[in-house]
């Protein structure tokens, strides 16, 4: 069984976890072997590709079930023919127990000859990937916009000072009569952050809001 869930508009209006690296646990129960491996993602099609890769390297287990979700809060599991319900939602659950974003679980599975039943399957595939998650290193994240801006010289001084206040991340700057700057800023801090670059620069700031959403990521 395959499934999807809609983002949660609240979810998506607070920061989240972004992970770094890649993960492996395993548990077994009753002869079974369990094998999780969580890394980061940012599009189902990523997703998949790990999962085809677990499956390439585990070719002999029985199932390959994974959970993703995405920066947006949107979700997608798969049961890879376990009884509906008893793999992917735990593995999602447990993602989302961590508070991740853009990140994938996949659970390998070797049947061990015993049933399990169903829930303890679900039990089984979510303590194993919360164990890959709780395992895997983060950093804090927010949905966020593109913005340019341009501005003197004798404003740089103004200008870093506001930018060091807050969560940005500088993504390309140049040189030349005057200083263009493309950053990442926070959705939910744009209006108060353009205030405070035109309050420093008495009003001589030209900001653009390009409309690309991004991630923005905490140094910390």
Known sequence: MTGRRPPSLAAQSRGFLI???RTEAEHRVRGSRFVAVACPCSSFDEALTVRDAERRRFHDATH????????????RFDDDGEPPG?????VLASIEGGGLR?????VTRYFGGTKLGTGGLARAYGEVAAR?????RSRRAVAGRRIRLVYRYEDMGAVNKVLDRAWIQRLGEEFGEEVRLEIG???SELRIFRKQLLDATSGRIHLLDTGEELLVESDT
């Open 185 to 187: 800023v926070p959705a």
């Open 86 to 90: 008893t793999g992917g939602r735990p």
């Open 132 to 136: 890959a998650v709780g395992q895997i």
């Open 102 to 106: 853009n990140v994938v679980v996949v």
């Open 19 to 21: 992970p770094v690296g």
């Open 64 to 75: 390959h079930v994974f959970g993703s979700v995405l920066a947006g809060g949107e979700s």
